[in-house]
């Protein structure tokens, strides 16, 4: 064989060898930044974690990528508060100690919510539900003690989530909170927040705010708690959207009608899903089976995301941080909801912690 010929086989080889070790390599390209950095100037990245997540190669993508870190389910009260005289620090005790050992933000999530709250929180000792006397003193003390714990390092806290109904006949949603204590229930949470921590930013988080009636009503509960001089100070939008919705037209009108009421806002919950947008939990279909991550949904992907950040970076006088609900399309909530089992691939990073097409479709701007 010619030199020529080894030279081209020592080539190829060594190509191969290169490209392998880059692809094992969760950074973005030598030289770049992670996300964080790309957007230094505008908010701060954020991404919705599991302690297990901290122990695997998960870890280092978070560190380079974002500086924000939510607990995706560890500070929760059916997590965190399981029994009335138990309370189980130990997730997001290390997911803290993770923010802290790294220099990231923390956000906590949530005080209140009607969904993963503990059968307990609503009984007495013989079963029956409990007064609003009761409830609230039990709220109080789950608040005060929570919030006390993470003094300093989480910065916000979602304090009341998706206490509003889809409904259009109805202001607040129907849930246990509601039915036994009245609406008394939200701005008590944000007292007793501040109370606990005056320095944590308090925010009223929900989903679906492109929805211009459910829009109005969030506009309506802020706009009554502020008039009362309740300690809120952000709206967050949780941002679980797809590749048919919002449009450009949505998303810039949510943000006209939330930014004149002077609080901060936040994307706190971030996914783009592959699948039109269905808002109930569904049973699969035979089609379902079909669908898949094509080059032509990529592309609608990788528009959607533009589309966003776009606006995100129009509107960040008032958009103070962006967070991502989980790390890479490894695994995401969406893989279950609405339809339980089928992939989805919400993120901006593959399965082997790689950046998607989408990912620089959001940094090169
Ligand atoms: C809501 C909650 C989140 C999470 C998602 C689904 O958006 O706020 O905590 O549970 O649903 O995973």
Same mark, same amino acid.
């Given at each position: 064989m010619k030199y020529t010929s080894y030279a081209v086989i020592a080539l190829i080889v060594l190509g191969s060898v290169c490209c392998f070790a880059y692809r094992r390599h969760p950074a973005v390209a030598p030289g770049t930044g992670g996300l964080k950095d790309y957007y230094k100037n505008y908010f701060p990245i954020g991404v919705a974690v599991s302690a297990h997540a901290l122990q695997t190669d998960e870890a280092g993508l978070?560190?380079?990528?974002?500086?924000?870190?939510t607990p995706e389910n560890?500070?929760?009260?059916?997590? !965190?508060? &399981?029994?009335?005289?138990?309370?189980?620090?130990?997730?997001?005790d290390s997911i803290a100690a993770f923010a802290r050992r790294n220099g990231m933000k923390l956000r906590g999530h949530t005080l209140v919510w009607h969904r993963q709250a503990p059968g307990w929180i609503f009984k007495d000792a013989n079963g029956q539900q409990v007064s609003k006397e009761v409830l609230l003193q039990r709220l109080k003390e789950h608040i005060t003690t929570v919030v006390k714990r993470y003094k300093g390092t989480v910065y916000a806290w979602d304090v009341v989530n998706e206490a509003i109904s889809d409904d259009p006949r109805e202001f607040c949603r129907s849930s246990l909170w509601y039915r036994i204590c009245g609406e008394e229930f939200i701005e008590k949470a944000f007292q007793w927040a501040h109370e606990a921590d005056p320095d944590?930013?308090?925010?009223?988080?929900?989903?679906?705010? !492109?929805? &211009?009636?459910?829009r109005k009503k969030i506009i309506k509960l802020l706009n009554g708690l502020v008039s009362k001089g309740i300690p809120v100070h952000g709206i967050g939008l949780q941002g679980h959207w797809a590749i048919n919705e919002p449009s450009r037209e949505q998303l810039e009108n949510t943000f006209k009608d939330f930014i004149p009421l002077g609080l901060k806002l936040q994307i706190t919950e971030f996914d783009v899903s592959v699948y039109p947008k269905e808002h109930e939990m569904r049973t699969r279909q035979a089609?379902?089976?079909?669908?898949?991550?094509?080059?032509?949904?990529?592309q609608q992907q990788i528009e959607q995301f533009s589309m966003c950040f776009e606006i995100f970076r129009k509107y960040s006088s008032a958009l103070t941080g962006v967070t991502f609900w989980n790390i890479s399309?490894?695994?995401?909530?969406?893989?279950?909801f609405p339809v339980r089992g089928r992939k989805d691939y919400p993120l901006l990073f593959d399965k082997d912690l790689q950046p998607k097409k989408a990912f620089w479709s959001v940094v090169r701007f």
């Open positions: 978070l560190i380079s990528q974002f500086n924000s870190l560890a500070m929760k009260m059916g997590v !965190i508060h &399981p029994g009335e005289q138990w309370y189980n620090w130990k997730e997001a944590a930013l308090l925010f009223y988080n929900d989903y679906n705010e !492109i929805n &211009p009636v459910k089609g379902d089976s079909a669908a898949v991550f094509t080059p032509a949904v990529e399309d490894r695994h995401s909530w969406l893989d279950n």
